[in-house]
Nanobody, 124 residues
Framework: QVQLVESGGGSVQAGGSLRLSCSAS???????MGWIRQGDGKEREVVAS????????YYADSVKGRFTISRDNAKRTLYLQMNNLKPEDTAMYYC??????????????????WGQGTQVTVSS
């Protein structure tokens, strides 16, 4: 099972930026990778995902235009650049890896391996 380690979370004021990183133990371009968040009392949400094989990317409406998902395949690292952060972005953010080759999108059931998470807190 792929191991995922996130970093880069922290506390920022509204309007600020953060960049999350996720180091993966292995890389396979046929598996989806994404970022999932869960805030206190909120439902789990896949905010962005990417299918390395064809560079398809997917964004939740809540983050479209503010967040950018990217990869460095050689470093087996996934990133999430978060700009214009809002208090409602406050959550634990998890890096996640797909379970089946060729399946990618914003459905949480696509992902079977998660990292330990990194906390993002946005104050108003």
């Amino acid at each position: 099972q792929v191991q995922l380690v996130e970093s880069g979370g922290g506390s920022v004021q509204a309007g600020g930026s953060l960049r999350l990183s996720c180091s993966a133990s292995e890389y396979d371009p046929y598996y989806c990778m994404g970022w999932i968040r869960q805030g206190d009392g909120k439902e789990r949400e896949v905010v962005a995902s990417t299918y390395p094989y064809n560079d398809d990317t997917y964004y939740a409406d809540s983050v479209k235009g503010r967040f950018t998902i990217s990869r460095d395949n050689a470093k087996r690292t996934l990133y999430l650049q978060m700009n214009n952060l809002k208090p409602e972005d406050t959550a634990m953010y998890y890096c996640a890896h797909g379970t089946k080759p060729g399946h990618c999108g914003l459905q949480s059931h696509i992902f079977g391996s998660w990292g330990q998470g990194t906390q993002v807190t946005v104050s108003s």
